[in-house]
Structure formats: structure tokens, C-alpha cells
């Protein structure tokens, strides 16, 4: 199924905002590793991808909404790669942007409509589709589940190899989007209690993230609720932090995940929660291609 060995480097940058108030953030930027394939995506499906490969399969199906990040990021290297992938998406067919690229990737799709995507988690979902596709390997939304998170372990590496760029001898602490918590349970194992992991929780509890990560870790993380009120809802406030913070220091960001992240760190250091002289690293998770929905 490809070379699998590819490994994209993220540059860690320093990050220069006002409102830090002396709290260092480095950035770790995986909206940088790749063009098409961006983000904490591809590290959550290297390891499905090694099962797939083991398990002789010729390609991946798997599951998530018309501006899915997992999904661009799948159908990119199924591309890139040459392997096959099918996607089973949320709701009845309507165009995006993602939903375009995904096609002109070579996904073929599959919409469920949205009772027929609520049912992703019950025991038999998965029958049928392993029967109209036998040669596929299936990987859970997202990416996700315990070989999602063992893909992410690698990032901590990245960090501490470029720390000395930064003059930086340690860091204190992590903090990043939680969509799903699989990125943050990766960290979390890679760290093994060395610094604590702070999820800003970017969907609503009904997401079900606390849940995913409990699954995989115990210990050694925080999450705080950054969802704003919804999944995908982007109001004002936050589009115009987003649109701030980018004039103020290049970083572009998303309103979906990166940037109920930021605007909630900020919080977090306005209440008082690090004191001046902590360093953080803040995980730019990707997901830029899904600001394309928002432009309007």
C-alpha cells in the first residue's frame, strides 16, 4: 500500500501575541508538514494504515462530515499513495469544497444521511460495508480509537528535538484542540506523566470525547470545554480573534478546532491559570482546508 515510512518534520515556532503576558507558546505546526495532507490527521492514520497493510487490504474506508479534515487527509494519500478509499459521510449529498477535493482524490462516497451516521457506533454498523467491501480495512472517525493515539507518540519527539531552537531547555505543559481526544490521549502515553497534556475540547460533551480518551489513558491530562456552544458553530467573537491573531502574527488558524483553542488559552491566562515564565506548547493540529466552508 505505498511507502509508509514517510514521516513529515513540524516546525516548532515561537508564538509573539500581546495578551501572553509572558507565558511562552511554541507552536508545533503541523498545518506545515505537507500541502494536501495536513496536520495531526496523517500521524492518527499510520498506524491503521500498517494494519491495513498487514491485514492484506488494498485501501481504507472510513467515516466523517462534508468538511472533514480525517477524511481530505485520507483521500490525499490515498492519492498521493495509491491506494483505495471510500468515505461514509454525515447527512444527505451536498457540496463543500472538502467534499470536491475528496472526489477529485478518488474517494468514493457514501452518504448516510444523519440517522444512518448516528448508528456509527452500534455492533452491526460495520457488517454491510465490510460485505460491499471486503478489501477494505475500516478505521473509526477520526482516525481515532488506540492505534490513532500510538500514531501521535511521534510529535513528542519533534518537540524535544527542536527545543534548542527556541533556547528552551524543558516546557511545562501541552495544549491543543480535542476533537476527538486522540491526539491528546497519544501525547498523554508518549509523556508517561512528564508534563500534563490540556485538551480544549472544540465539539460539545455529547461528542463524546472524555469518553475516547478515558478509553486509552488514565491520568495525566486536562480537558476544558472550548466548544463555544456547538460543533461548527463560529460566532463573532471567535471569527474575529481568528482574523486578530493572523494580523498580528501570520499564524492562520480555523474556527472549527485551532481556533477555539487559542481564544481559550488566552482565557485560560487572562483568569490567571500560568504564570508569566510558563512554556507551553501549543499543537497546530491542521484542518486549514476547512476555513474554505467559512469564507463567506
Not at 491573531?245 to 481559550?264: D, M, N, R, V, W
Given at each position: ?34 500541502p ?80 444512518g ?56 505543559a501541552?495544549?491543543l ?22 485538551g ?14 478515558q478509553?486509552i ?20 467573537p471567535?471569527?474575529?480573534f ?5 494580523q498580528?502574527?501570520g499564524?492562520?488558524l ?19 491559570r ?23
Amino acid at each position: 500500500m505505498g511507502p509508509f515510512d514517510w514521516l513529515p518534520q513540524a516546525p516548532l515556532e515561537p508564538l509573539q501575541l500581546d495578551w501572553l503576558n509572558g507565558v511562552e507558546v511554541a507552536v508545533l505546526r503541523l498545518d506545515r508538514i505537507d500541502p494536501l495532507i495536513s496536520g495531526n490527521k496523517w500521524f492518527k492514520l499510520t498506524g491503521h494504515l500498517a494494519q491495513a497493510q498487514q491485514a492484506g487490504a488494498s485501501g481504507i474506508i472510513s467515516l466523517g462530515g462534508a468538511y472533514s479534515n480525517h477524511l481530505h487527509a485520507l483521500a490525499a494519500a490515498g492519492k498521493r499513495f495509491g491506494f483505495a478509499t471510500v468515505g461514509l459521510l454525515r447527512g444527505h449529498p451536498q457540496d463543500t469544497p472538502t467534499v470536491f477535493d475528496l472526489q477529485a482524490f478518488g474517494m468514493h462516497l457514501h452518504w448516510l444521511g444523519y440517522g444512518g451516521y448516528r448508528a456509527r457506533h452500534e455492533p452491526g454498523f460495520w457488517l454491510p460495508w465490510r460485505e460491499r467491501y471486503p478489501h477494505l480495512h475500516p478505521v473509526p472517525e477520526g482516525g481515532g480509537a488506540m492505534t490513532g493515539a500510538l500514531g501521535c507518540g511521534v510529535l513528542l519527539e519533534q518537540v524535544r528535538t527542536q527545543l534548542h531552537t527556541l533556547g528552551w531547555a524543558d516546557y511545562d505543559a501541552w495544549w491543543l484542540a480535542a476533537g476527538t481526544g486522540t491526539t491528546l490521549a497519544g501525547l498523554v502515553l508518549a509523556e508517561a506523566g512528564g508534563h500534563p497534556v490540556f485538551g480544549a475540547m472544540a465539539v460539545p460533551d455529547d461528542h463524546g470525547v472524555a469518553q475516547n480518551v478515558q478509553a486509552i489513558v488514565q491520568g495525566g491530562y486536562e480537558l476544558l470545554d472550548a466548544s463555544r456552544g456547538g460543533f461548527a458553530k463560529a460566532d463573532q467573537p471567535l471569527l474575529e480573534f481568528i482574523a486578530t491573531t493572523e494580523q498580528a502574527c501570520g499564524l492562520a488558524l480555523e474556527p472549527l478546532y485551532t481556533g477555539k483553542a487559542l481564544l481559550a488559552l488566552k482565557q485560560q491566562i487572562e483568569a490567571g491559570r500560568f504564570a508569566p515564565g510558563t512554556r507551553l506548547i501549543f499543537v497546530h493540529t491542521g484542518g486549514l482546508q476547512g476555513r474554505r466552508g467559512f469564507a463567506d
